[in-house]
């Protein structure tokens, strides 16, 4: 396992390679071209410069999140190949310049939602929200604009203003593509996509859909045991795997966790760790990674991924914004930092604890 933050590049972002280096444990950063638009090639030279950048403060580039995939590919539509050979020839790129995972999400018109970006909790701090009976309340034309006026001036990714300006086109231009059609868009991008990833030994990492329901009737297609199943079956290579999302994975209860992660053993190339509290169906608010202050088991979560020997990037995921930061939702420094220091505790934990029993040491 390795440690790592998630970093969106010096000009997007208000915590520092320095500060991340500080993080105890942490290794690297899982980070992006920020600036680079779905469909466009990344260039060598700009690959590079990042890479370049990232090392010089004493990190590794980890990963990439996310090279986003081009609406006309998810689809279906008679351009998607263009785009489909713009996104191999970035993986190639990448894949000369030594990066081999990458996450990504073949979500419809939204990466993300959230009702509250700033929920104010009891002890003051605040966290990402999700409540259906909101959502269900909200034009889907002026959801970006509540979004945006929430952001604190930071651009959220998935949310990019270039294309959420024309929600309602979208809307129009997925209007016929079903869970059915979406799923069949995936697995001929992942065919398409295959040979390079073998070839640079890139590992595709998707993203589960967040929340693990359709919203706003999209359809949803990676939000349980069995669609995360049937997805890598249709494409039964170890290069094609999962990006494990607990916040995500979890905002629906009936998703055993632990079970979800023991049954993909070799098809997990990287892990999200989060915590979230339930407060009823479709309405839960985002937590500090302690279990006790959500609905998770964090150390069962931890366990399992121990349990199937993973070895790839984990990263702590949305943190609570806490004593009077002032950053991306989900995405300031201190409550990840938290959040990493506690996970590689438990990791530590569970490492010794494993090892002392298999020299028959006791309590």
């Not at 600036?35 to 403060?57: L, T, Y």
């Not at 231009?173 to 979406?182: I, P, R, T």
Request: hydrophobic share 35%; proline share 5%; net charge negative.
């Amino acid at each position: 396992m390795k440690m790592t933050l998630r970093w969106f590049g010096s000009k997007h972002d208000n915590v520092t390679l320095e500060q991340i280096k500080q993080i105890p444990g942490c290794v690297g950063v899982i980070t992006t071209l920020y600036d680079s638009k779905p469909g466009e090639v990344w260039s060598r030279e700009a690959i590079q410069a990042m890479r370049n950048e990232v090392e010089s403060a004493g990190l590794e580039v980890s990963g990439i999140e996310s090279v986003n995939i081009h609406d006309d590919i998810k689809i279906g539509l008679p351009t998607r190949d263009k785009y489909i050979n713009n996104y191999i020839e970035t993986l190639e790129n990448l894949g000369e310049e030594g990066i081999n995972l990458v996450c990504y999400n073949f979500m419809p018109v939204f990466d993300w939602t959230r009702s509250d970006l700033a929920k104010v909790r009891p002890d003051g701090s605040t966290v990402l929200s999700y409540d259906q009976e909101v959502i269900d309340k909200i034009d889907p034309d002026k959801i970006f604009k509540e979004m945006e006026a929430s952001s604190n001036g930071f651009v959220l990714p998935g949310w990019e203003p270039e294309r959420l300006g024309k929600v309602r086109e979208l809307f129009e231009m997925y209007k016929d593509v079903d869970e059915e059609k979406l799923f069949e868009n995936l697995i001929y991008f992942l065919n398409a996509i295959m040979p390079t990833c073998q070839k640079y030994g890139i590992k595709m990492a998707i993203h589960m859909d967040d929340p693990a329901w359709s919203v706003f009737n999209l359809p949803r297609i990676i939000n349980n045991k069995e669609n995360i199943q049937r997805m890598l079956d249709a494409v039964s290579v170890e290069n094609n795997g999962l990006t494990i999302c607990t916040g995500s994975l979890g905002s629906n209860p009936d998703n055993d966790i632990p079970d979800i992660i023991r049954s993909f053993k070799g098809r997990i190339h990287f892990a999200h760790i989060r915590n979230l509290v339930h407060h009823g169906p479709g309405k839960f608010d985002e937590a500090a990674h302690l279990s006790s202050d959500g609905s998770l088991d964090m150390y069962e979560i931890v366990k399992a991924l121990y349990d199937i020997g993973m070895e790839g990037p984990i990263r702590p995921d949305h943190g609570r914004m806490i004593w009077g930061e002032k950053a991306m939702p989900g995405y300031g420094l201190y409550d990840r930092a938290l959040g990493a220091t506690y996970l590689n505790g438990l990791w530590e934990a569970i490492d010794k604890s494993v090892k002392q029993g298999m020299l028959g040491f006791n309590d």
